[in-house]
């Protein structure tokens, strides 16, 4: 049984599809009911899955969600920390209000659901997938503060590896750039400004799919990961892979 945040869209969504094509009944929880339930219809035929309202960034609130799902489902095996809210700034830039908004889903959030999980969790010997980002690893343009937070989830999931490895396994994903939404494909087709340089950098030569980050997300819950703990996977077409510098042996004729 598995509880998947932020999972009313993107990355969530792929997520909680790929759980419940496993055969996992999927709880997806997130503040707006329509696009959970969306998430529902669009999954696999015969999924076992259920929208579950509920905000992270509340410790009351997602502590109650996690206690009446367990209760209801009668375990918890996965958690999964999604959700998750980028805006762009630079420190001097960003309002406070886009800061506070990402500190308490992104890093608050994880914190909350997390500690809200764990009883349960130790009960079936489950595990946490932690969502970070190659943000997390590397800087990024702009992302002052969205940076801090997947900073801080990285070495959360350190952090809890080593306090609750006996009992639980934590491990984190760490998705380059994904076309998770309709904006994120916009700006990367063929023909923009953007695609080139995008193309240049990523020794792939592509964004990530979203399905494909939820594959790594499977694996790291499922007993084949079964002694991986503290582990800290980039999904990103081998860009973290790069020193940054552009291949200066490739010549356009």
Same mark, same amino acid.
Request: net charge negative; proline share 4%; aromatic share 6%.
């Given at each position: ?9 993107? =990355? ?6 790929? =759980? ?20 529902? %219809? +669009? ?40 959700? #998750? ?7 001097? %830039? ?11 889903? /992104? ?22 997938? /932690? ?5 997390? =690893? ?12 997947? #900073? ?14 006996? +009992? ?17 494909? $916009?700006?990367?087709? +063929? ?17 990530? +799919? ?13 007993? !084949? ?10 999904? !990103? #077409? #081998? ?7 552009? /291949?200066?042996?490739?010549? $356009?004729?």
């Amino acid at each position: 049984m598995a509880v998947v945040t932020g999972a009313g869209s993107g =990355l969530g969504a792929a997520i909680a599809h790929r =759980l419940a094509t496993d055969g996992y009944t999927v709880v997806l929880v997130g503040r707006t009911e329509a696009t959970l339930r969306q998430t529902v %219809q +669009e999954g696999p035929d015969g999924a076992d899955m259920h929208p579950w309202v509920g905000d992270v960034s509340d410790l009351a609130a997602i502590t109650a969600v996690i206690d009446r799902v367990a209760e209801r489902f009668g375990r918890l095996d996965v958690l999964v920390n999604n959700a #998750g809210v980028a805006i762009p700034g630079t420190v001097d %830039q960003i309002d406070m209000d886009s800061y506070r908004t990402m500190m308490s889903t /992104n890093v608050d959030g994880v914190f909350f659901a997390s500690r809200a999980a764990l009883p349960h969790l130790r009960t079936a010997r489950g595990c946490i997938v /932690n969502v970070g980002s190659v943000g997390a =690893l590397r800087g990024d343009w702009c992302q002052a503060a969205y940076n801090t937070t997947k #900073g801080a989830l990285t070495n959360l999931t350190n952090a809890m590896a080593l306090d609750h490895g006996r +009992e639980i396994r934590v491990n984190a994903v760490h998705p380059g750039v994904t076309l998770s939404s309709q904006f994120i494909r $916009d700006a990367l087709a +063929e023909g923009t400004s953007l695609h080139p340089r995008f193309v240049d950098r990523v020794p792939m030569g592509r964004p990530g +799919e979203p399905a494909e980050v939820a594959a790594v997300v499977a694996f790291l819950a499922g007993s !084949d990961a079964g002694f991986l703990n503290g582990v800290h996977i980039p999904v !990103d #077409g #081998g860009l973290t892979a790069s020193n940054g510098q552009t /291949n200066l042996y490739k010549i $356009d004729h």
